[in-house]
């Protein structure tokens, strides 16, 4: 089983459109997790860190369910510049931050 | 600031090949890792460095090693070149505490 697991998409869909993508994780221990962006061809950039209290950075809105040990991400009034990979990503903080990489959920926003 | 850059973009090499694919952030950051991207497969860690003259295995070491001679530079280096090291490489530097890591443009090296 891969420690952090997405559905490699991709979504398809029109501008406007509210999407969500999920991810789980398999070690209990992990500390931190985030949603990173990878444009084609391009290196991943962090979009925004996720809190077990969820929290929102203007139209992205992620979410964390240790419990269940499962992230998402909301993503409302896509835009074209939105169509992307989104890769889920889980960190283990044993002194030196070694994150481990979802494969990334492809999004493609069109108009 | 540059940030992270990273040479050469593209590279071909030929089985049994070596060669180093550079690193370097002007940041001041403590922390740089070497990460390889293939289809299908998340990023995986291949060394990292907590500071100068600190160097560590990450997931998939094997055939790469590295040295941190100075905070600015983090060096890959491919001893005998396969065609399984055909991948995108990106190196990633943060601050010690950070959660943000500041990756490179990447380099895209085929192996035949």
């Known amino acids: 089983r891969k420690e952090v697991e997405q559905d490699p998409g991709p979504f398809n869909v029109p501008e406007g459109a509210t999407v969500a993508f999920n991810c789980t994780y398999s070690n209990s221990a992990s500390q931190s997790f985030f949603w990173y962006r990878q444009d084609c061809r391009k290196e991943p950039k962090l979009l925004m860190s996720?809190?077990?209290s969820g929290n929102e950075d203007g139209r992205f809105t992620a979410q964390l369910n240790r419990a269940s040990q499962y992230i998402s991400l909301l993503i409302r009034d896509s835009k074209l510049s939105d169509s992307a990979t989104y890769l889920c990503?889980?960190?283990?903080?044993?002194?030196?931050?070694?994150?481990?990489f979802g494969t990334g959920t492809r999004l493609l926003v069109s108009p | 600031n540059a940030g992270v850059t990273q040479t050469p973009k593209f590279q071909v090499l030929k089985t049994g090949q070596s060669m180093t694919l550079q690193c370097a952030q002007d940041m001041n950051h403590e922390y740089m890792s070497w990460y390889r991207q293939d289809p299908g497969m998340g990023l995986r860690l291949i060394h990292y460095?907590?500071?100068?003259?600190?160097?560590d295995q990450g997931e998939v070491p094997n055939g790469y090693n590295v040295s941190r001679s100075t905070t600015e530079d983090f060096p890959l280096r491919l001893l005998s070149a396969a065609p399984s090291q055909t991948s995108v490489y990106f190196c990633a530097s943060m601050p010690g505490a950070s959660v943000k890591q500041y990756f490179g443009p990447g380099t895209r090296l085929t192996v035949t």
């Open positions: 996720v809190y077990s």
């Open positions: 990503v889980v960190s283990l903080n044993t002194g030196f931050q070694k994150l481990v």
């Open positions: 460095s907590v500071g100068a003259g600190i160097t």
